[in-house]
DNA sequence: CTGAAAGCGCTTACAG
DNA sequence: CTGAAAGCGCTTACAG
């Protein structure tokens, strides 16, 4: 590997000029550097970044946590690969890499903090874990950049991006009102979760702005995945006045409630129509044909990339960004 | 953020005896160890990565990848998901972290092994991502640790970890075969992957050690996808004399398969038994359930940590490992 | 068991 | 527009 001073010397410049060329070219002479930039070419020259980040503090590396648990098989975040995608995409555009890091190995609330603090990263993104991760604290307390995917969290250098999620809510809601429907129920996430709790808040109100009761009983707290809402289902069926319409907060708990209809014998949509939240691989293939509100998935790692990058180089620490949903008709609402 | 010479001030010591404690810390004295230990806890002193790779040129990364193609979906591995937290995992317990890389920016052939070059990256794990990539040769003909999924690439430190395909495939027809069926067809992947072309292998292998005819129109291609193993059900239900039983060669395909044979007003199992591969969560979820070779998911992803590591410290290129599939016999074969 | 010193490959005021 | 020099925070023979 041939090293910066390798290059100054078959160039007759100084290493400074040669450093120039790859950080500040505008400065140096043109023909010099064409000829550095051609040299550099000829002998494979590449700058190495554990040098420079040495001499900058800067690693250009953001770290994903994405806290997996080694035994249960952790959060699932719905898209999650999409949002890994665009976060990939989006980031190394901007000239980033993304370092996974690994999952508090001692179990100290500053795992992650050091690990950052060890590895000079620039920022921080972290996909929600559906539970409370007392090591995200330290380092959202920190003056590391942070951008957190679906959940809030106190800082001073950390924002988020989520759904928005009481308005994806609500226009479920709606939309099976608008089709005749007047017994709604839902199907929750878990209430300690932001979309869980925003969801069924936009169930609520859009109960309330379209002047239909609430009552307590058509509402059945899942945890996202299907088994829940199957069994969610189940009770719902089992009431005295069963619901004609299921709001799932979750397109998996959404099939789980799929899946007990048909196995009471009953035909969705003729008697429950059925509304999920996400819009995963699985609502188009399943039938009829899920209806649901789509999160925009590419968004959320454009968005996280876009913040966290911005508080990196600009020094602000953006707003909060909240992506619009949008209904996608299929067959389970007619 | 300390540095180790202030670590090593405040004990009273050199610098080189703090760089042992960390790194080799069996030969400084017990008493100044633990003065040093509990010191650098207390005032939160964290070696400087940076520092260290550019010392000893070694990063204790590894680089993934997972070419995604900026606009089409790219390859979809069935559990990529899996693989990824069985890599981070595997990697992380012997202290290493993951790094991912972008998609070769510049389009030209060595940006993956400059990438590897410029973070002094220890090794490179990659996904198959069903193409012929050009970018990777160089990098498997490199000195670099590399260890590849599901294909075969060439190089003096390459190795690989896949299935047993021709194993599993061949499994599959013996239990269509054993529970009656005579008149069995496959749906191929592309004859270009691996997967692809072992998995027919193993169909027209068990075929004739079972004595079965081969029939030439009872092998359809298709690419993995749902949609092409539906078209290719279909075009086998059009058939003279359809078969009374599909292996497919992945689960999507299957399941595609599954609905093509629905459509057609026909039973699973009654009329066609399916059998898949991959054990991909869908293939649980769609009734009646699908027959398929579970893959060895989390296998993959700690097999290709242990192989990279091993080139990384032992300095000797493992064997390919194949992981052994498994049956999972459900509704779709009765 | 420990320290002084050189070196890893960059960047960046500073001076010209 | 360019160079000499110091510095970033470690590690590692070498000598004791």
């Not at 929600?128 to 307390?141: I, K, T, V, Y």
Request: hydrophobic content about 40%; some cysteine.
């Amino acid at each position: 590997m041939a090293t910066i001073r390798e290059l100054a010397r078959l160039c007759g410049v100084s290493s400074a000029t040669v450093s120039r060329v790859f950080n500040n070219p505008e400065v140096v002479n043109a023909q010099t550097r064409e000829l550095i930039l051609s040299t550099a070419a000829r002998i494979g020259y590449l700058p190495n970044e554990s040098a420079r980040t040495l001499a900058t503090k800067r690693s250009h590396m953001v770290g994903l946590i994405w806290d997996t648990d080694h035994r249960r098989p952790g959060w699932r975040h719905p898209f999650f690969q999409e949002i890994l995608i665009g976060l990939k995409t989006a980031l190394s555009e901007r000239g980033y890499h993304l370092l996974m890091l690994a999952t508090s190995e001692d179990g100290t609330p500053d795992s992650f903090l050091r690990a950052v603090r060890r590895h000079n990263l620039d920022g921080v993104v972290f996909i929600d874990n559906g539970r409370a991760d007392p090591s995200l604290q330290p380092l959202a307390e920190s003056e590391v950049p942070c951008v957190s995917l679906d959940r809030p969290v106190q800082g001073p250098w950390t924002t988020y991006v989520t759904s928005d999620n009481v308005g994806g809510a609500r226009e479920a809601v709606r939309h099976l009102h608008a089709t005749g429907r007047r017994t709604i129920a839902t199907i929750t996430g878990p209430a300690r979760t932001r979309p869980g709790a925003e969801r069924l808040r936009g169930y609520l109100e859009e109960l309330a702005a379209l002047g239909l009761a609430h009552r307590p009983e058509l509402v059945v707290e899942g945890d996202f995945y299907l088994s829940s809402g199957h069994a969610a289902m189940r009770a719902l069926l089992e009431l005295e006045e069963p619901p004609d319409a299921v709001f799932a907060a979750g397109d998996e708990m959404a099939v789980g409630a799929l899946r007990a209809v048909t196995e009471a014998g009953l035909k969705v949509p003729e008697d429950i129509a059925l509304v999920g939240f996400d819009d995963i691989e699985l609502a188009a293939l399943v039938p009829p044909g899920l209806t649901t509100l789509a999160q925009d998935k590419a968004g959320f790692g454009t968005a996280a990339a876009a913040a966290v990058i911005t508080m990196i180089n600009g020094g602000v620490t953006p707003l909060p960004r909240i992506l619009p949903t949008s209904l996608v008709v299929r067959g389970s609402t007619g």
